[in-house]
């Protein structure tokens, strides 16, 4: 009698824990589900997303040589074919300035065009090269800004010939990098033990600890200079927007979740769209103070590990399966399933 009514109190603790774990994960659900499920003529994981200077053009870069074109502001997309030497490249970044656009991956490729993707040509780039490009920024006639998984950084005023680094040392393996619109950048070890920054006029970059016993995950800025940082275990911090290197307090949006947070992007100044694994996907229109929850989102079979806004009518989610794309909607006044294209 004894043992039954052990386990029997076993069996209630656990329910119980299982009970509390569930009410804590609770967060309330967004009124409305803006994201549009966009299908994709492609099974290789798609990896960033640029648009020309025209609205309506746009081009989406991935693994196995992944290319391709949307005319209609993201809502279908056609792939194009490069003729390349017939090796296996994964292209990791893409970005136009008006028509002339850049793409780069590894192996060492480098593509640029000048006439919004009509014709690309291939720029050499040196076998010395630290690391391999995961960032290209056009910044404007023949300009761009290149940085690679080491935090090398070089950029070329001519179209590509030639190329000038911007630090002295690379910062070794990095997890992600983020570049803000005003040239600084923000890198996260491989580890998620530290964090380092750089912006221009640097001759190296800056290390910072990270300023608790959880591993960093993902880091960027908001529009107003403001650090975000992403750490395991669900937590969300923001810096001090009048002191960079002071951090506020630790939030968690969704306690005791078991998924992991990948990436936040701004629609506007308040609205702050935060992704994660397992299709999870939440909202804050305070600037995270508040969160709420797409739970529509989640039976996209992905985790969404790329968030961009190019304007607060157009945005973008990826997902690390093959060929999951997410397309904001803007005043959508119902909420239900993911609509699927």
């Known amino acids: 009698m004894g043992s039954k009514?052990?386990?029997?109190?076993?069996?209630?603790?656990?329910?119980?824990?299982?009970?509390?774990?569930?009410?804590?994960?609770?967060?309330?659900?967004?009124?409305?589900?803006?994201?549009?499920?966009?299908?994709?003529?492609?099974?290789?994981?798609?990896?960033?997303?640029?648009?020309?200077?025209?609205?309506q053009?746009?081009?989406?870069?991935?693994?196995?040589?992944?290319?391709?074109?949307?005319?209609?502001?993201?809502?279908?997309?056609?792939p194009v074919k490069l003729q390349l030497d017939g090796e296996k490249y994964r292209f990791?970044?893409?970005?136009?300035?008006?028509?002339?656009?850049?793409?780069?991956?590894?192996?060492?490729?480098?593509?640029?065009?000048?006439?919004?993707?009509?014709?690309?040509?291939?720029i050499p780039l040196s076998e010395k090269l630290p690391g391999s490009p995961v960032s290209i920024v056009a910044l404007g006639q023949n300009s761009a800004e290149m940085a690679t998984d080491v935090g090398a950084i070089y950029k070329t005023a001519d179209g590509g010939k030639n190329w000038k680094a911007q630090v002295e040392e690379a910062v070794g393996v990095v997890r992600n990098m983020e570049r803000s619109a005003d040239g600084k950048y923000i890198a996260v070890s491989a580890k998620g033990n530290f964090y380092?920054?750089?912006?221009?006029?640097?001759?190296?970059?800056?290390?910072?600890?990270?300023?608790?016993?959880?591993?960093?995950?993902?880091?960027?800025?908001?529009?107003?200079?403001?650090?975000?940082?992403?750490?395991?275990?669900?937590?969300?911090?923001?810096?001090?927007?009048?002191?960079?290197?002071?951090?506020?307090?630790?939030?968690?949006?969704?306690?005791?979740?078991?998924?992991?947070?990948?990436?936040?992007?701004?629609?506007?100044?308040?609205?702050?769209?935060?992704?994660g694994g397992s299709g999870n996907l939440l909202q804050s229109s305070d600037g995270g103070k508040t969160w709420e929850k797409d739970r529509a989102v989640e039976e996209v079979p992905a985790n969404l590990f790329k968030i961009v806004f190019f304007s607060p009518e157009n945005g973008f989610i990826i997902g690390d399966r093959s060929g999951v794309l997410l397309k904001y909607q803007p005043n959508v006044e119902a909420s239900a399933k993911p609509e699927s294209a």
């Not at 299982?18 to 994960?25: I, K």
């Not at 746009?58 to 502001?73: C, I, K, P």
């Open 57 to 78: 053009h746009a081009y989406l870069v991935g693994s196995n040589n992944t290319l391709l074109e949307s005319n209609d502001a993201g809502e279908t997309w056609q």
């Open 196 to 275: 380092s920054t750089w912006e221009p006029g640097l001759n190296a970059w800056q290390p910072h600890n990270r300023n608790s016993s959880r591993k960093v995950e993902n880091m960027g800025f908001a529009e107003n200079g403001q650090l975000w940082m992403l750490a395991r275990g669900g937590q969300v911090q923001f810096s001090d927007p009048a002191n960079p290197e002071e951090w506020q307090k630790a939030q968690y949006p969704e306690v005791s979740t078991s998924w992991g947070l990948l990436d936040i992007a701004y629609r506007t100044p308040d609205e702050i769209w935060l992704s």
């Open 92 to 122: 990791n970044t893409v970005s136009f300035s008006g028509q002339e656009g850049w793409i780069a991956g590894e192996p060492g490729l480098m593509l640029h065009t000048t006439d919004e993707g009509r014709s690309w040509s291939r």
């Open 5 to 55: 009514f052990r386990i029997w109190q076993r069996i209630f603790a656990l329910v119980a824990v299982v009970f509390v774990c569930v009410s804590c994960s609770r967060v309330p659900s967004t009124a409305v589900n803006p994201w549009k499920v966009i299908s994709i003529p492609t099974e290789a994981k798609l990896l960033d997303l640029a648009f020309t200077g025209n609205p």
